[in-house]
């Protein structure tokens, strides 16, 4: 009986570990997933080359190539998102008609981390901005006691912004949602082509632009702060998403 490698010995051991320390998250979901494509390729490799079948050969080859078309579509999309995060850091306020901030979860009325960083961005910049309106966009889901719009109204009042700058869409339980039915509020007020600043989360400022575009709206975007394992996490997630979003648009 031929002996387990210590390289296939050390990848299970890792894979367990970060089981262990972080749960089945996508981050470590992707990182598995990477491990185990690279150990088949080694392997198909090592094979070829002790029985010298041309089949081996050609099928390591074969995934080499989708590895690497893969790699590089991967570095260009987290390269993407990453450029548009740092030119979030700079918005010129005078490019601005609106501020729309994303909702993102309660826990009954109170606005889970995710929400909290985007409405402590959002506020930020409508403290430094005293004459702009914002769209607070959010409805109610399972386990929240209002609609996200409502707590975010509330939070924005309690610290600084004034009540009459507060335009509320209680009804989106989506990213599209989101912005459609903020698009469709702020058409009835007599704003038919506002440029919006969409406040959201770090990981999620590219995919919310595209759909704004989608929807014909002139956006920028706008970063609140997630811890790093989120980031990381989540900036992964968003590869398959932006994919998705762009395989949909190509096939439409």
Same mark, same amino acid.
């Given at each position: 009986m031929k002996k387990v490698k210590p390289i296939y010995i050390l990848s299970i051991l890792l894979i367990g570990l970060l089981v262990i320390l972080f749960g089945r998250t996508f981050g470590v979901l992707f990182i598995s997933a990477n491990l185990v494509f690279i150990l088949l390729i080694l392997f198909l490799l090592? @094979?070829?080359r002790a029985s010298m079948k041309k089949g081996? !050969?050609?099928?390591? @080859?074969?995934?080499?190539? %989708?590895?690497? %078309?893969?790699l590089l579509s991967f570095i260009a999309v987290e390269g993407?998102?990453?450029?548009?995060?740092?030119?979030? $850091? !700079? %918005?010129?306020?005078?490019?601005?008609d609106v501020v729309i901030i994303l909702g993102a979860?309660? $826990?009954?009325?109170?606005?889970?981390?995710?929400?909290?960083? @985007?409405?402590?961005a959002g506020k930020a910049f409508l403290l430094e901005n005293k004459e702009l309106p914002v769209v607070v966009s959010g409805g109610q889901g399972e386990g929240e006691s209002i609609s996200e719009a409502e707590a975010m109204g509330l939070y924005l009042r309690e610290h600084g912004i004034s009540g009459g700058r507060i335009i509320y869409e209680k009804a989106s339980t989506t990213t599209y949602e989101n912005l459609r039915n903020s698009k469709e509020i702020l058409h009835e007020m007599g704003m038919k082509k506002p440029s919006v600043l969409i406040v959201t989360s770090d990981y999620h400022v590219v995919r919310a632009k595209m759909i704004a575009d989608e929807l014909a709206l002139d956006s920028h975007g706008l970063a609140g702060r997630s811890p790093l394992l989120v980031k990381v996490n989540y900036f992964i997630r968003e590869y398959f998403a932006i994919v998705k979003t762009l395989g949909e648009k190509f096939l439409s």
């Open positions: 090592k @094979r070829y081996f !050969d050609y099928m390591a @080859r074969f995934l080499i190539i %989708v590895y690497g %078309v893969f993407f998102i990453l450029y548009e995060l740092e030119k979030s $850091k !700079d %918005v010129n306020a005078e490019e601005i979860g309660l $826990k009954g009325e109170i606005p889970s981390k995710t929400l909290l960083s @985007r409405l402590e």
